[in-house]
Each structure stands twice: as C-alpha cells, then as structure tokens.
C-alpha cells in the first residue's frame, strides 16, 4: 500500500458534489433499440463511441440536454454484456457519475477496500474509473469520471453542457446537439435490489460511502437528479427498474 493510500484508508471521504452523468443500456437488437429510442425521444440523431468496439460492442448514445442515455450491444461473443443480456435480457447495464477529483475518490476506495477497479483510463483531460458491481447494491456497473477544469471547461461539474469524454473530442458539434436537446433531463432512476434485499437506506448508504453521494433516506442525491432504491422481489431480478426524463413544455 502505498503512502497516500495509507492515509486515505485512515481518512473518511465525506461526499462530494456528483452528476448523474449518463445510464447505458444493454439490448441485443442495437438498431431496433436506436430507432425506438430516438422516436420517442423526438431526437433525430445519436453519437456513437467508437472505443467500445475494444470490448466487443458497439454503441449509440442519445443527449437529454446535458446528460446522456447510451444503449450498447455485443458484436462478439463472450462479453460481460453479451452474458448480461443473456441473463437478464434487455436493461440496465451501467450507471456513469461524475465528481470532481475521480482519482482521490479511487484512492479512498481501493484503500478501504471498498470496491474493486476494473477499467481505468485517462485521455485528454478525462480520468475514467469503472468498478466491479459486485457487492454493490442496486445491480448496476458503476463508474466514476471526472474532467479537469481548463480554459474550455472551466466547469465541467456545475456547467449543463459542459464537454463529455464519451461523446469523443469534437465536442462543437455534440455540444450543439446537448442544446437541442435542451427540453429534455435526466431527472433519475430507480434500483431494485436484490430478491429479499429489503434494506434500501442501507443501500443510499452505501453509495454515498463508496462514491461520495448524498443520500437522504432511501434516495441518492446527485446534483441533477436522484436515485431511489426500491425493496427486492422473489422473481425480478436486481437492476434498473425505470428512468426519469424530464420534459420542459413551452411557455
């Protein structure tokens, strides 16, 4: 363990401001799932990232406003989604956040053996970290990003169409897409736990010691939405059970 891992095991990490950043989706028909997804979003576009074909997918990503919604499905077999879907059929498949130092919350988590990092990478002044699901409550990949502040960005937290590294690095031209999309937000989502998991504060509480969260009861608090657990059911499974876009009408 090295020094600042020591010290940050020794350190409780209070929360800090986090962004519902992005939800995606796992289905096996990528082009049916597109087609409906846009239609009822009245979005006649999406982006795609072309650094999950590394994994075997492919992906699009539609914006509500500032935040996104993306949908991936496996080209190859024997992919983490590809089993996923095969367990579990189309849904929820990752929960993407973003703080404003992902790299200290990282050192706090893997020093109080929190959670365990399964992907982590930097690329332009992004620093990407997901986490294994495992152990965490609510059935979702987690993975906590954060930009760094520059000339460009100064407030990649706080700023509705702030740039987003999945979107890749024309950020003009999809920024000019978030705006579009401007009537529409990412306002939530709700979790069901596991089957006779009935603990959801214990679950808020999780989330909020592991990623820095606030919680208030049963509910994740992020800076432009919130999370609600609900009670596990013999017969569903663990996961996403609902998204919550918010739609601004005309005056």
Avoid at 36 to 60: H, R
Avoid at 125 to 144: F, T
Avoid at 160 to 182: D, I, V
């Amino acid at each position: 363990m090295s020094a600042e891992e020591k010290g940050a095991s020794h350190a409780k990490l209070g929360p800090a401001p986090t962004r519902l950043r992005q939800i995606a989706l796992a289905a096996k028909d990528l082009d049916n799932a597109r087609q409906l997804l846009t239609y009822v979003l009245g979005i006649g576009f999406a982006f795609e990232d072309d650094s999950v074909e590394q994994w075997g997918l492919k992906n699009f990503i539609v914006p509500l406003g500032g935040d996104f919604v993306e949908v991936v499905s496996p080209v190859k077999e024997c992919t983490t989604v590809g089993r996923l879907l095969d367990k579990r059929g189309d849904g929820g498949f990752m929960i993407v956040m973003q703080t404003e130092d992902a790299k200290k919350r990282r050192e706090y988590i893997t020093a109080n053996k929190l959670a365990s990092v399964i992907v982590e990478h930097e690329y332009r002044d992004a620093v990407c970290i997901q986490y294994h699901p495992k152990g965490i409550k609510g059935g979702l990949m987690p993975e906590l990003d954060s930009h760094t502040p520059g000339l460009a960005n100064p407030n990649p937290l706080g700023t509705r169409f702030s740039p987003w590294h999945a979107c890749g690095p024309a950020s003009e031209s999809y920024t000019r897409g978030m705006e579009q999309t401007g009537h529409l937000a990412l306002e939530g989502c709700v979790l069901r736990l596991e089957p006779g998991d009935v603990d959801r504060e214990g679950a808020a509480q999780q989330w909020e010691e592991i990623f820095g969260v606030s919680r208030s009861g049963d509910m994740v608090a992020f800076t432009n939405a919130r999370l609600v657990f609900i009670s596990g059911q013999d017969g569903l499974p663990e996961g996403l059970v609902s998204i919550t876009v918010g739609v601004k009408g005309k005056d």
